[in-house]
């Protein structure tokens, strides 16, 4: 990450500063206090000012948790600068706290000498006690390594809303604009696009608009007067260098969902979507909802298992079935994926992984559901594996999906995870008559040599062909049971299931045929080591190697999209360097399946706190492994943004 | 469906009929089922490359195999899950969903609910035997309490479950019952075909192997007459006749609101109160399906059938009213939102 570049006080130094490279932000509040809400609103605001930024939205599985309680925290972080930003931050720079829970399970996170903007209208003694301070920490001394900077936002904006005579509850709802608009005078920010954003939103009621819209003035006509006396200094961050072209910002949910439907288009298939609600997956059924005129149709399914039925339904009938969940729910869809695998259907199933097992943590990431991807079904049954490695480039492993999907006649799956569903980065908006489309095709007529109809004859690829319900003379049967290789009539034989079974597992091992070799993202083909990743750990990877490079260490950094088969390279580029380091989000998944497959001694990196790796952490690694020591787990109580179980077990 | 570009197809029996070999045990009631449908499909017209067979797992579920048609031999209890996908796929599919007691009533019952509740355009066919007999012999849901079987070695302590029972309270608008060697199948299969929307059938089949003659009580010869209640809307509930030891009727009790039975004398069954049957009716359907056999004959035929829209037409409609006036242009799609301009160095925000 690019940091600040003059150490911590840059943001709270004196006029003379010069403005730094990349700031780290962290809105802290109540789950009621709108803070996803404010922090999606920074960040547009941010894209707009042309930084380039990433985004870690962090909130409870519950909907609304009790007042001030520190389960209830919810917390948006955005990291943003004038340099190529990858993660959303170790460390923040600022952190904005709504209330005592909020200060109490973030402070920790925040870099020695940063600052804190807290709002001491929310730090009375009943708050103080929800949060189990014995006394006031923005009063006893306790925060002494960081500037701080505290004040009664809840009066301010009291006083700023007075005149649209709101009631008190209604009113201390601007609280999040009042914050906001602070947050935009420090960034000299353009408050237009928010003013218009509240009354859009507002539309119905005018008076809630222009209360809103005054809270955030007066938000930021604070920071013009407390500029004069207080640690509050204004910034400037300059845009980022970027190739020339058309940008906005996408989230992971986004993306895959506007990358699906490119797929179907490229695929010329009308698009079947059969879902079932679960976080961090129900934003892609979401969107797709509304994009009705794409073809697209939906279907909110009874479960998980009727949501993948009916896409593999949709898909024999013609049409590209698309599913999606979150583990609990793929663990349901398993039976159903082993069938599409056996009559060789095209599906796409996408997978936004959060912490497992079980229900285990709805609305945090990990990326421990590689093994129930790749092998996580009945009898042999394999299936391609495609993983996003952030936000923006879900849209084209989307679109990668969907061609392996039709053009192997097999489910493939997608892995994202909620990290990347929910967070946000600037994409730059390609235009899709670059990408090349790849049609699907249907049977017309009998295929076999005798004038017969071979339901399960081979193409080059190994894929049948697909054939559409409602053909003339293409009448045929198709199941789950064992099947002939060329009729599909049930055929249980011994001769019949080998084929069958090699027939499969070759069509799927050839998908490695149609992609990209393994590439390097950063540094060499050989050396001491390598640091392999895949999915959301690309961005802290990414600039872990950077820094540790800029050091002088020799280390190269790997990213694996294609999980499932591997690129045919993969194995002899990994034998070319000493040493091989693997962080996951997991206990170690990847890291068994590269040792398995390429016999090398791939070493782990695990982290399973919920929360993203930082930069740090992986740097560490980097540097011990090239000291002799390898990898190993990441002490929980050392990951920079605690899961708020770590505070409040 | 679209009726328009319905055509009805010449076809016979044979047309019908796959070159698979049959695999049902010797004499199981499946036979006559599947004769039964296909004798029916040439009556209705039906194009074997429009229509669909779909089925879950179970010994009912092999059914597609048989019929040269398209098929889909999905996996346990689903059935009604895959049958939505192909409906909202392609509407003008005529797609029947063959399930039994276990497949449809147990591991499925929660499919078999949605798809009727939606009213999705298909006919269900559940055959019940009231056992499971591809996994050999244990209880089912329908089968009666007390049932001895390798699970239940003391015999069965659940109750069973009612199938049409069970459908009507999921909100479905065709119900109907029959059984597998009933030469009145045919007719209740067209009435199920001619109802668009999701229409159920209870077709009680007899297992040979595990459940032999266990509807006994009403189809065996000598006793059907006095113990099958065969409804036809616009006629009176009437059974048994004069040769079996007289005609009876179903009669509303008008005191505790419920049905009973009473003899009809010379022929005069308005004097004996019966009821004249009216599919429409869905309060008396639910007294239908719930008329215990033993003090009632079993009721039989069209219990009931009110078509309402379908949720193809309707899902669809909405889609299709969504779309209008809206061009599907991807380029614009992608760069929907707030988008800022960079040329050069310098970000332009528009």
């Known amino acids: 990450m690019a940091t600040l570049v003059d150490g911590p006080d840059a943001l709270t130094g004196g006029k003379d500063t010069p403005n730094p490279e990349a700031v780290v932000v962290r809105f802290a509040g109540d789950s009621g206090d709108g803070m996803q809400l404010t922090g999606g609103q920074f960040t547009l605001s941010t894209a707009l000012a042309g930084n380039d930024l990433a985004t870690f939205p962090d909130f409870p599985a519950e909907i609304r948790a009790p007042q001030g309680t520190l389960f209830g925290v919810s917390a948006f972080q955005i990291n943003f600068g004038s340099t190529e930003i990858d993660t959303a931050g170790d460390q923040p720079d600022v952190l904005v706290a709504m209330n005592p829970a909020a200060l109490k399970t973030n402070v920790g996170a925040l870099k020695v000498g940063g600052l804190i903007i807290a709002d001491t209208g929310e730090f009375n003694k009943r708050n103080l006690e929800k949060a189990k301070y014995e006394v006031n920490p923005l009063e006893d001394g306790s925060l002494e390594k960081w500037q701080l900077l505290a004040f009664d936002i809840s009066a301010l904006t009291l006083e700023a809303v007075k005149p649209f005579g709101l009631g008190n509850k209604e009113a201390l709802r601007c609280k999040n604009m009042w914050t906001l608009g602070l947050a935009l005078w420090m960034f000299d920010r353009d408050r237009q696009p928010l003013i218009d954003w509240l009354n859009a939103k507002f539309g119905k009621n005018p008076v809630l608009a222009e209360a809103n819209v005054a809270a955030l003035n007066a938000g930021h006509a604070y920071g013009e007067t407390a500029e004069l006396a207080g640690p509050l200094k204004q910034y400037h961050i300059a845009p980022v260098e970027s190739e020339p072209g058309l940008y906005r910002t996408v989230t992971g949910a986004e993306a895959i969902s506007l990358g699906l439907v490119a797929g179907a288009q490229l695929a010329e298939l009308p698009m079947f979507f059969g879902g079932y609600p679960i976080t961090p997956a129900s934003a892609i059924l979401h969107n797709l909802a509304r994009l009705k005129e794409y073809g697209v149709t939906t279907f909110q399914a009874e479960d998980e298992i009727a949501a993948i039925a009916s896409a593999i339904g949709a898909s024999y009938a013609g049409q590209l079935g698309v599913t999606s969940s979150s583990g609990p729910g793929i663990a349901l869809k398993g039976e159903a994926m082993g069938l599409a695998i056996m009559t060789e259907l095209p599906l796409v199933i996408v997978n936004s992984q959060r912490g497992g097992p079980s229900t285990g943590l709805p609305t945090k990431t990990e990326q421990s559901d590689l093994y129930q991807a790749v092998y996580g079904r009945n009898g042999d049954a394999p299936m391609p594996v495609i993983a996003a490695r952030s936000p923006s480039d879900c849209f084209e492993v989307a679109i990668e999906a969907v061609r392996i999907a039709v053009q192997y006649m097999t489910p493939v799956m997608v892995l994202t995870d909620g990290y990347i569903a929910n967070a946000a980065e600037p994409w730059k908006v390609p235009d899709p008559a670059s990408i090349k489309p790849f049609p699907a095709k249907f049977l017309g007529e009998k295929n076999g040599p005798n004038g017969e109809l071979l339901p399960f004859a081979r193409d080059e690829k190994g894929a049948r062909p697909w054939i559409k319900p409602g053909t003339p003379s293409l009448m045929h049967r198709i199941g789950g049971i064992e099947k002939n290789p060329g009729t599909g009539n049930i055929d249980y034989s011994p001769a019949s299931h080998q084929i069958m079974t090699d027939a499969r597992r070759d069509k799927v091992d050839g998908v490695a045929n149609t992609i990209p070799l393994q590439e390097v993202v950063h540094g060499e083909t050989s050396g001491k080591l390598v640091v392999v990743g895949w999915g959301s750990t690309y961005g802290p990877i990414y600039q872990a190697v950077r820094r540790a490079r800029r050091k002088g260490l020799d280390v190269s950094h790997v990213h694996v999209r294609h999980i499932w088969p591997m690129p045919s390279n993969l194995g002899d580029l990994l034998k070319g360097y000493d040493k091989v380091l693997v962080p996951e989000m997991n206990t170690g998944q990847f890291k068994t399946v590269l040792r398995d497959q390429f016999l090398i001694d791939a070493q782990p990196l695990n982290k399973t706190s919920g929360q993203p790796f930082t930069i740090a952490e992986i740097e560490e690694a980097i540097v011990a492994a090239l000291g002799g020591d390898v990898g190993g787990e990441v002490d929980a109580d050392k990951t920079q943004l605690p899961s708020i179980k770590s505070v409040n077990p | ?350």
Not at chain 2, 8 to 15: E, F, G, N, R
Not at chain 2, 43 to 68: H, M, Q
Not at chain 2, 95 to 106: I, K, P, Q, R
Not at chain 2, 176 to 183: E, H, L
């Open chain 2, 1 to 350: 469906m679209n009726e328009m570009t319905k055509i009805a197809v010449q076809t016979t029996l044979k047309d019908w009929e796959t070159d698979q070999e049959v695999r049902w045990c010797p004499g199981c009631g499946d036979y006559a089922i599947l004769k039964a449908v296909q004798r029916t499909l040439p009556e209705l017209g039906a194009d074997p490359a429009n229509t669909v067979f779909v089925s879950g797992i179970g010994c009912s579920s092999r059914f597609p195999y048989y019929i040269e048609s398209y098929g889909f031999h999905t996996i346990h209890g689903r059935a009604p899950a895959f049958a939505t996908g192909i409906k909202l796929a392609n509407p003008d599919l005529d797609v029947w969903l063959v399930t039994g007691d276990g497949d449809g009533m147990s591991i499925g019952g929660n499919h078999t609910m949605h798809i009727l509740r939606r009213n999705v355009n298909v006919q269900i066919l559940l055959f019940n035997n009231e056992i499971y007999g591809l996994t050999k012999g244990q209880f089912s849901p329908t089968s009666r309490e007390g049932t001895n079987s390798p699970t239940s070695p003391l015999g069965s302590v659940d109750r069973p479950a009612l199938p049409c029972a069970f459908a009507l309270g999921s909100g479905a608008r065709f119900i109907a019952r029959a059984y597998d060697v009933s030469k009145n199948l045919s007719a209740v299969l067209k009435a199920a075909h001619a109802h668009k929307g999701a229409s159920f059938v209870e077709i009680f089949q007899n297992c040979i192997v595990y459940n032999k003659d266990r509807f006994d009580d009403f189809v065996a010869k000598g006793v059907a007459d006095q113990n099958q209640l065969w409804l036809t809307d616009g006629e009176p509930m009437l059974f048994g006749s004069e040769k079996s030891g007289g005609v009876r009727g179903i009669a509303l009790d008008m005191e505790t609101l419920s049905l009973k039975v009473v003899d009809v004398v010379d022929g005069d069954w308005q004097a004996a109160g019966v009821i004249v049957h009216n599919v429409k009716n869905r309060a008396l359907a639910h007294m239908l399906v719930e008329m215990p056999f033993g003090p009632f004959p079993m009721a039989l035929g069209v219990i009931y059938d009110d078509p309402r829209p379908t949720y193809e037409t309707v899902l669809l409609g909405q889609d299709e009213q969504a779309r209008k006036g809206k061009d599907a242009n991807l380029a614009k799609l992608l760069g929907k939102g707030q988008t800022w301009t960079v040329s050069g160095t310098a970000a332009d925000p528009i």
